[in-house]
């Protein structure tokens, strides 16, 4: 995976990719970065019930996507979730220089 310098491409990181049809969406992690961070903050709790806060904050000068899975039951519909391989995750892109927030409540068992 390469990104963007201002000397050219630079390769940001690499990861294996397994054998996909064509059209399938593919996810390759290529590493973590300074520029881009996360946040999580428990705001509640309650024996049945656990409140968070994600901020993600990105430094870069272009914006990123970003995804969190949230690998429990989360307590009613929340704008910014959606399931992708049943797992609820939230997908954002963050402008440059800017940040996300999302709060959401979690079940516990």
Do not use: C
């Amino acid at each position: 995976m390469f990104e963007n310098s201002f000397v050219g491409p630079l390769l940001a990181g690499e990861g294996t990719l397994p054998d996909r049809a064509i059209n399938n969406e593919i996810e390759v992690e290529v590493g973590r970065s300074a520029d881009v961070r996360l946040s999580l903050i428990q705001t509640r709790r309650t024996k049945r019930k656990e409140s968070w806060r994600a901020v993600i904050s990105n430094a870069r000068d272009h914006p990123v996507t970003f995804e969190m899975k949230i690998p429990y039951e989360v307590s009613g519909r929340i704008k910014g979730i959606s399931i992708i391989d049943g797992v609820p995750t939230w997908r954002v892109t963050v402008p440059a220089n800017d940040e996300a927030k999302l709060r959401y409540t979690i079940k516990l068992r």
